[in-house]
Nanobody, 128 residues
Framework: QVHLLESGGGLVQSGDSLKLTCAAS????????MAWFRQAPGKEREFVAS??????????DYADSVKGRFTVSRDGAGNTVYLQMVSLKQEDTAVYYC???????????????????WGQGTQVTVSS
């Protein structure tokens, strides 16, 4: 059973930066595709960013709303994934979830159903 634990959320002001971390329980996790989703109050959960596993060249994908502001990366061992967020906006306020899949889906990387494993989420609040 894979366990994911997010950290790094908090309360920041518009224009600030924040870095989220997702740690996986598996030691050999570099083959997994990892993603970040978020859910704002009253809205459906949406895709934010993803990075594929070693077999797919650690390909990064982003939602249009965060391109140029958010960067997804993973450490050398592959079992920790980061989401660096800069120029935060109030509309970025949400609970951010880490997700993992044992394979990379080049077509449905932004689809929740692609990911079998989920963390419990970390709250990010951006004030004006």
């Amino acid at each position: 059973q894979v366990h994911l634990l997010e950290s790094g959320g908090g309360l920041v002001q518009s224009g600030d930066s924040l870095k989220l971390t997702c740690a996986a329980s598996e030691r050999t996790f570099d083959s997994y595709s990892m993603a970040w989703f978020r859910q704002a109050p009253g809205k459906e959960r949406e895709f934010v960013a993803s990075v594929s596993g070693s077999g797919s060249g650690f390909k990064q994908d982003y939602a249009d709303s965060v391109k140029g502001r958010f960067t997804v990366s993973r450490d050398g061992a592959g079992n920790t994934v980061y989401l660096q967020m800069v120029s935060l906006k109030q509309e970025d306020t949400a609970v951010y979830y880490c997700a993992a899949s044992s394979y990379y889906n080049s077509r449905y990387y932004g689809n929740e159903g692609t990911y079998a494993y989920w963390g419990q989420g970390t709250q990010v609040t951006v004030s004006s």
